[in-house]
């Protein structure tokens, strides 16, 4: 186990199934969340990584609640959601191919053994089974013959302490260059009292090379932000939704003023 540059047609073709799950919106068909980090699952021939298992369920792994609180908000709207389910520790979506990032080779300084110096070959099938599948069913909303979706929101937690830091935001807003729904997310978070909201915090998508919203975004002119929670208030169901009773009617009013 560790260096794999193929596998049976069959097996690629069941992982790259396993790779999305998706939510079919009725009412709101037109809102399309996206949650690139919802999973932590690794396909079965690299085991995990070559790493103790407690680290694939950290938020090294995946964004912490992020998952859950992308569906409650979907149900509660009856909106469409897309959830990556692979680690970005095998796969990072939101990371361009090349970018360094994309396949970590550490894990804040931890080593991640079967993503040291991989070949060509392996990133390819990875790309395969992790983002072609995340890919086409984003772009089927959005660009199909048939789109159905007006925009999308990129939903993500982020950790509270960072190094030494202890972040304060508690609702972050990401975009650039398109404002048609970072402008009245903003102002409709800015109407509730319940979380600290901010833009481009705690990361700026202003000065970032990521990869979602650029692709499925800014280079095809679908309007797009990205959503970042703090993962301390997504620690239980309750606290899920509670913020989801909050993000969702603020989502709601965003897409609204697409209209």
């Not at 919802?38 to 407690?54: K, V």
């Not at 680690?87 to 300084?109: A, E, T, V, W």
């Not at 729904?181 to 990361?203: G, I, R, V, W």
């Amino acid at each position: 186990m560790g260096r794999i540059e193929n596998l049976p047609a069959e097996d690629l073709a069941r992982y790259a199934r396993e790779a999305v799950s998706i939510r079919t919106g009725r009412r709101n068909s037109g809102i399309v969340l996206l949650c690139e980090h919802g999973g932590f699952r690794i396909p079965a021939p690299w085991g995990t990584l070559g790493l103790p298992e407690s680290f694939t369920g950290t938020h090294y792994g995946y964004d912490l609640g992020s998952r859950n609180l992308t569906l409650k908000i979907a149900e509660m709207l009856d909106a469409t959601a897309i959830v990556s389910n692979y680690s970005r520790l095998f796969l990072d979506y939101n990371r361009k191919s090349h970018d360094p990032s994309c396949i970590r080779p550490d894990m804040g300084g931890i080593p991640v053994p079967f993503n040291e110096q991989i070949s060509e070959s392996e990133r390819e099938l990875r790309e395969r089974i992790a983002r072609h599948p995340v890919e086409t069913a984003v772009a089927d909303c959005l660009e199909g013959k048939a789109p159905v979706g007006k925009g999308i929101i990129s939903i993500h937690s982020f950790s509270h302490v960072w190094e030494t830091l202890y972040r304060d935001c508690e609702i972050g807003v990401m975009w650039k260059h398109d404002t048609r729904l970072k402008t009245p997310l903003m102002a409709a978070l800015a109407q509730q009292d319940s979380f600290a909201s901010a833009e481009n915090e705690p990361y700026s998508f202003a000065e970032s090379d990521w990869f979602t919203l650029d692709r499925h975004g800014l280079s095809v002119g679908v309007p797009n932000a990205y959503i970042e929670i703090r993962n301390d208030l997504l620690s239980n169901e309750q606290r899920i939704d509670k913020m989801a009773e909050i993000l969702a009617p603020a989502i709601e009013a965003a897409y609204r003023a697409l209209d």
